[in-house]
């Protein structure tokens, strides 16, 4: 019932920056919250950050200072600003949204796009 697209993931060297955005479509009521997660192989898969339709964000401790989560609610988009990026924020990103449907509340995943910070 819903979709979400991702883009912005690549290739950059260490310290630079990427932007990641994801918009969800399809039919859709009302979004609580949208966010992004990340999965590194070998390595659960862990909140980076999240931000609800009213704006409250919430960061995990390894990217505080260095990503910023924002939205447009209007257009059901969110994205990511990641800067002064490092080895270790390689991984798969994840776009979620917890979304209202006519059939409920359900979470909704992107496939993913893949983040690789190397020289």
């Known amino acids: 019932q819903v979709q979400l697209v991702e883009s912005g993931g690549g290739l950059v060297q260490p310290g630079g920056s990427l932007r990641l955005s994801c918009t969800a479509s399809?039919?859709?009521?009302?979004?609580?919250?949208m966010g992004w997660y990340r999965q590194a192989p070998g390595k659960q898969r862990e909140l980076v950050a999240a931000?609800?339709?009213?704006?409250?964000?919430n960061y995990a401790d390894s990217v505080k200072g260095r990503f910023t989560i924002s939205r447009a609610n209007a257009k059901n988009t969110v994205y990511l600003q990641m800067n002064s990026l490092k080895p270790e924020d390689t991984a798969v990103y994840y776009c979620?949204?917890?979304?209202?449907?006519?059939?409920?509340?359900?979470?909704?995943w992107g496939q993913g796009t893949q983040v690789t910070v190397s020289s």
């Open positions: 399809g039919s859709i009521i009302s979004i609580n919250a």
């Open positions: 979620n949204a917890d979304a209202w449907v006519v059939a409920g509340f359900h979470d909704y």
């Open positions: 931000i609800t339709s009213g704006g409250s964000t």
